[in-house]
């Protein structure tokens, strides 16, 4: 069961929901002023908190980016409470770095629901893909968005196996798996050598990888990648498909089809010239720079996002 940190000034409230909490199996602690809630947020360690909104004093917003800037903290869990179930407020509040809002007036029922999504976002987000051995969307997103509440001036680089339906289609199961290997130990061996400590990477599933990066370090990083994988790639060919620079597979048709040499489509969103709200509107501006990073002639492409607005 988890560790649970209520912040709420309504002490009957608070008491309710302890009670229920405990029933439930939950270690709860509480404290009943904004004042103060944070460096006891720093003395439990808590998975989750549960942060009322309308605190005197000081803001649940407030104490919600000061948990996000820490770096003990930043990754738990937080459900804010709030009254103000507008959709202003709530955007505000996700936003801050907050994971999940229930509206009050609530029922205790609807609460357990929540603290349940919250633990199940948790235990998707600490789950790394079996043959990778990488986070998936949902770390990711969590990540980004906890590094926007940060105000941390971010990189978000997509990066496509171009060629890897068809790589996977000429070599089986075990080709997949190969190529699927070769790409995540390609990302961490790359960051490590080029002392990009500060970074997250994730695999969103088949050909899809994202690495979030610190601002600065963007360009060298998918200019570097993508001269490293257009090398170290050709090792997954045969030296006649190299020469012939295609590989022959089946289509669905049961057609013979020449497919061209695996390279990156790597696609570029950052924080230099305007400002992201969400890991959401990252993924919309990425979804528009991939499809302008097309490779050609096994030779991988990058494309940087560097509009001021969204036109």
Known sequence: MSKILLVDDDVDLAELIKTKLTAEGHQTFVINTGEGAFEYAKQVKPDICILDIMLPGITG????RKLRRDPELYRIAVLILTALGEEPEILHGLEQGADDYLVKPFKLERLMDKIASVNALLASVNNRNRVTGLPGTEAIKREINHQLARDNAIATVYIDMVGFKPFCAARGPEGQQQALEFMSKTLVQFTRSMGI???????????HFVALLKLEDHERFAEGLAETFDREVRNLYTREELDQGYITAVDKRGREVRCPIMA?????AHTQYRQFKSAKKFFEVLAQVRQKAQPTKAKSVIFVDRRHSDR
């Open 61 to 64: 917003y407030q104490i919600c």
């Open 197 to 207: 400590y500060e970074s997250f990477l994730a695999h969103m599933g088949g050909e």
């Open 264 to 268: 990156l489509s790597i696609g570029v």
